[in-house]
Nanobody, 121 residues
């Protein structure tokens, strides 16, 4: 059974920083893609950033230059460094991973439980 466990959310003032972490555990053969999504009240879940095992990254336009995604393959962990936070960044942030649990078995998509990020003075 694969699990994604997130940490690092909280309350921060505008202009501040937070770092989210997400660790994958269980039977894991490979993790082609790791990423973060967010969902604000009344809105659909949206992509924030993703990173592949090959090292490429993709960011939403709204966070480019402020957020940085990174991964530690040895720890099966993905991080999201969020700087210059704005009130509109307030949302529940979800970790997302495409994980293969066996050689020659295609990856499945897994989600974390979500962590609240609130940007407010």
């Amino acid at each position: 059974q694969v699990q994604l466990v997130e940490s690092g959310g909280g309350l921060v003032q505008p202009g501040g920083s937070l770092r989210l972490s997400c660790a994958a555990s269980g039977i894991i053969f490979s993790i082609p893609t790791l990423g973060w999504y967010r969902q604000a009240p009344g809105n659909q879940r949206e992509l924030v950033a993703i990173t592949t095992s090959g090292g490429s990254t993709t960011y939403a336009d709204s966070v480019k230059g402020r957020f940085t995604i990174s991964r530690d393959n040895a720890k099966n962990t993905v991080y999201l460094q969020m700087d210059s936070l704005k009130p509109e960044d307030t949302a529940v942030y979800y970790c997302n991973a495409d994980i293969s649990t066996r050689r020659y078995l295609g990856p499945r998509t897994y989600w974390g439980q979500g962590t609240q990020v609130t940007v407010s003075s």
